[in-house]
């Protein structure tokens, strides 16, 4: 018998993918609209600029009175422009950017997020960014994997109907080759621990620093010099669940 899955893995491709990803972000929201607010606002960089549900306010001051409570809630836009393959087109973006700015002029917050399986060359990120902030209109560039990363935030050790529907996803996109890591080295700093990090091939920091997954290679930097290159094979989180220190290793394979 096939597994059931959360997401469908049948259809055309880029749009399939698309659906998916906004279903994935739909049981985030069912569970708790604060947790897509945090997932939106880390992707995005800009804080708390992006307000997911309602405000509640109480004894507000309006023109000409004091209502006991205000319920409200922020108008806002999230646009996607998803690429499985090759990168965005500028043109196709212009014209997002136009076809936004024309519709939603009135509207408080209006963004523009490009979903891709590499990181968008800076240079092109910088002018399509210029000509988005022209048109008040906020344009962030991620990757499948900073999605990913991010969801994996929001999800509590205790939440185990999340982490299934995240792992999920996990598996979708990387059955479908979309967790695509990039050709980079990462210089790592050793002084100390040196012998215990060529000793063991182990290098470790603190668990709350940006994953280095994205790197092909690794390198133990001592001297003012790269003494050694490695290639990683796994990551592994641990972590103290309580107070009877009870330790967790979340493993996570190169390329997961």
């Given at each position: 018998m096939s597994k059931v899955n959360y997401f469908q893995r049948y259809s055309a491709r880029e749009n399939h993918i698309t659906n998916n990803s906004l279903?994935?972000?739909?049981?985030?929201?069912?569970?708790?609209?604060?947790?897509?607010?945090?997932?939106?606002?880390?992707?995005?960089?800009?804080?708390?600029?992006?307000?997911?549900?309602?405000?509640?306010?109480?004894?507000?001051?309006?023109?000409?009175?004091?209502?006991?409570?205000?319920?409200?809630?922020?108008?806002?836009?999230?646009?996607?422009?998803?690429?499985?393959?090759?990168?965005?087109?500028?043109?196709?973006?212009?014209?997002?950017?136009?076809?936004?700015?024309?519709?939603?002029?009135?509207?408080?917050?209006?963004?523009?997020?490009?979903?891709?399986?590499?990181?968008?060359?800076?240079?092109?990120?910088?002018?399509?960014?210029k000509i988005a902030k022209e048109n008040r209109i906020i344009f962030i560039s991620i990757t499948f994997r900073q999605l990913l990363k991010s969801l994996r935030n929001v999800c509590e050790v205790y939440e185990n109907n999340l982490e299934e529907i995240i792992n999920d996803y996990r598996d979708f996109l990387k059955e479908e080759g979309l967790l695509q890591t990039s050709n980079y080295l990462t210089a790592f700093p050793v002084g100390d621990t040196y012998k215990e990090n060529l000793e063991y091939k182990l290098y470790f920091e603190p668990a709350d620093r940006n994953s280095k997954c994205q790197s092909n290679y690794i390198g133990f930097y001592r001297n003012k010099q790269i003494e050694y290159i490695f290639e990683p094979s796994t990551v592994v989180i641990g972590t103290y669940l309580f107070d009877d220190e009870i330790f967790n290793l979340e493993s996570e394979e190169k390329g997961i």
């Open positions: 279903l994935m972000l739909r049981h985030v929201y069912n569970i708790s609209p604060l947790k897509l607010n945090n997932v939106l606002s880390e992707l995005s960089d800009i804080g708390d600029k992006i307000s997911i549900g309602p405000l509640f306010e109480q004894q507000k001051r309006e023109s000409a009175s004091i209502p006991d409570a205000h319920i409200c809630q922020n108008q806002f836009n999230i646009f996607i422009e998803t690429k499985t393959g090759g990168e965005l087109e500028k043109i196709q973006l212009n014209n997002h950017i136009k076809s936004i700015a024309d519709n939603y002029k009135g509207w408080k917050n209006n963004i523009l997020f490009g979903l891709t399986t590499q990181p968008m060359q800076q240079d092109f990120k910088d002018v399509i960014t």
